[in-house]
Antibody
Framework: VQLLESGGGLVEPGGSLRLSCAAS????????MTWVRQAPGKGLEWVSA????????YYADSVKGRFTISRDNSKDTLYVQMNSLRVDDTAVYYC??????????????WGQGILVTVSS | QSVLTQPPSASGTPGQRVTISCSGS????????VYWYQQFPGSAPKLLIY???QRPSGVPDRFSGSKSGSSASLAISGLRSEDEADYYC???????????FGGGTKLTVL
């Protein structure tokens, strides 16, 4: 089971970025997937989740209306489109696998993380 | 400010038993399972304990979890130098409709 994030980098405040997470080693479409972030030197914060078929999406209040989670099960890939980025969105973003099709209350596998820096 | 409360640091000597506490409220730990993750510097978190006290395959039985009411503990027995890491608790919060984490506890092996 492996998750590999990509797409991070430096972006100016107000800008946009799309992260990807390529999954392998499990039936991707059978599991909910999430994004969890960690600001430098800080703790973990759940960001967003999507059910196995992509039929339902969920967001933390801190990103609602700015981030959009999606998935392409034909490519075993998870995405998050991040718009109107703010300095406090600076963090390492991890994709993580939920325990079932619709549950995202815990995470049994994590990617290695990708750094997003929002700065002018 | 994290929803779940953990001590920022803990320490012990090799061979010792160490416990890390995590406290929450009725909307999260009081009514849902607790999970624990281990994170080494520069690495991704790893699931250590699920559903209060279950260990994923490959996690040594030196690690154990318990829960009572709105509080939980992670215990590490026979402490080893390689246990030095950050430990996070996590639970579903029904009021916030999402998973919430503790602020993390940095474990130092003296």
């Amino acid at each position: 089971v492996q998750l590999l994030e990509s797409g991070g980098g430096l972006v100016e405040p107000g800008g946009s970025l799309r992260l990807s997470c390529a999954a392998s080693g499990f039936g991707f479409g059978n599991y909910a997937m999430t994004w969890v972030r960690q600001a430098p030197g800080k703790g973990l914060e759940w960001v967003s989740a999507i059910t196995g078929g992509g039929d339902n999406t969920y967001y933390a209040d801190s990103v609602k209306g700015r981030f959009t989670i999606s998935r392409d099960n034909s490519k075993d890939t998870l995405y998050v489109q991040m718009n109107s980025l703010r300095v406090d969105d600076t963090a390492v973003y991890y994709c993580a696998k939920g325990p079932s099709y619709s549950d995202y209350d815990w995470f049994d596998t994590w990617g290695q993380g990708i750094l997003v820096t929002v700065s002018s | 400010q994290s929803v779940l409360t953990q001590p920022p640091s803990a320490s012990g000597t090799p061979g010792q038993r160490v416990t890390i506490s995590c406290s929450g409220s009725s909307s999260n730990m009081g009514s849902n399972f607790v999970y624990w993750y281990q994170q080494f510097p520069g690495s991704a978190p790893k699931l250590l304990i699920y559903r209060n006290n279950q260990r994923p395959s490959g996690v040594p039985d030196r690690f154990s979890g318990s829960k009572s009411g709105s509080s939980a503990s992670l215990a590490i027995s026979g402490l080893r130098s390689e246990d030095e890491a950050d430990y996070y608790c996590e639970a579903w919060d029904g009021s916030l409709s999402g998973p919430v984490f503790g602020g993390g506890t940095k474990l130092t092996v003296l």
